[in-house]
């Protein structure tokens, strides 16, 4: 740390908001990069971890009009990288002061393989003797004291452009949002896996299924009809109020414990009906409450384009 670190405040009352961006190779960084500029975002590709402060610091004492300073630091900076420092780093800038959001992209291990033998790119880990597979890992187990350190985490494996853009909106929306908490709801289908990140699992297949009403087939929980639905019925209001308790109960000691982001799964089984519509009740629920919090449907795209392939196969078509 450098000397007068102090933060200036900013003319209108707040403090330059900055978002440290890192994750995996191959995982989405360098969208994620430009998809933050076009939301008007300053930013920093590839910052050796020993700028950092002094970058920010200077931000700090210039007149920006930006809402946000992303700044993207990963392994490519080679030995200059240590992830446990960039970590301390955060914590002591933030302790005096500094408004600092981490951001961790990452991939499922072969979605990272597919994309770097589709790219014909060489990972920044890999090298004589050291596999892809190998050098994923290695940066995987690396970057895991940011991973969970940070306050968003954003999975590509299945992500759409568009949805990572929407994210990334809302992230730069509530920029100046000073809740130390940011609580994510994601819906998810079992059938694809239980999402690593989820601090909180719940699983509502319990819940009567629409899917199996010819007409709300083919709907999502997105949808008016499938959401009254699956909140209409008693033991759905039942939960609802003993779930939401228990989080106006847990939320406000995670935050005593210094948590910075978590991640609430609702998982039915394909993700498309009962979980989104849950996870939409809970989402307005939290919001109401004055969280700071975000909603993803992780798997409510693939569920419909697997819905559209099926018919087309049905219709026999190609």
């Known amino acids: 740390m450098t000397g007068g670190m102090e933060p200036t405040t900013k003319e209108g009352g707040y403090a330059v908001h900055f978002l440290i961006l890192t994750g995996l190779s191959g995982a ?30 200077a931000c700090q004492n210039t007149n920006l009009h930006a809402p946000m300073v992303a700044i993207a630091a990963d392994v490519r900076s080679g030995e200059f990288f240590d992830a446990m420092a960039v970590v301390k780093m955060i914590d002591e800038a933030r302790m005096v002061g500094f408004h600092i959001d981490t951001l961790f992209v990452e991939a499922s291990e072969d979605v990272l393989v597919n994309r770097y033998k589709e790219s014909r790119r060489d990972h920044p880990l890999a090298g004589e003797g050291i596999s892809l597979e190998e050098a994923i890992r290695d940066e995987r187990n690396r970057l895991e004291p940011l991973r969970e350190t940070a306050n968003h985490l954003i999975n590509t494996s ?12 809302e ?24 999402p690593r990140e989820g601090d909180l699992v719940f699983d509502v297949r ?6 199996y009403i010819q007409e709300m087939g083919s709907h999502t929980g997105l949808d008016a009809d499938v959401k009254e639905f699956v909140l209409g019925h008693p033991v759905t209001q039942e939960f609802l ?37 849950i996870s939409e009740y809970i989402y307005a ?11 993803n449907h992780r798997d409510l795209a693939l569920e419909q384009a697997h819905w559209a392939a099926k018919s087309d196969y049905q219709k026999g078509e190609p």
Not at 30 to 48: F, H, K, Q
Not at 176 to 194: A, H, N, T
């Open 241 to 277: 109020k003993k779930c939401i308790d228990m989080l106006e109960f847990l939320l406000p000691h995670y935050v005593e414990e210094g948590k910075h982001r978590l991640v609430i799964a609702i998982g039915c089984t394909g993700g498309a009906h009962r979980s989104v519509a």
């Open 28 to 57: 989405g960084k360098t969208v994620a990069i430009r998809y933050l500029e076009d939301l008007g975002a300053l930013c920093v590709d590839n910052l050796p971890p020993m700028m950092l402060v002094p970058f920010m610091e």
């Open 158 to 169: 299945t992500l759409k452009p568009r949805a990572l853009q929407q994210i990334l909106s």
């Open 206 to 211: 319990f819940l009567p299924n629409p899917f």
């Open 171 to 194: 992230i730069v929306k509530h920029a100046d949002d000073q809740s130390p908490l940011r609580v994510e709801i994601l819906s998810f289908g079992f059938k694809r896996g239980i």
């Open 285 to 295: 629920e939290l919001k109401r409450m004055g969280h700071r919090v975000t909603i």
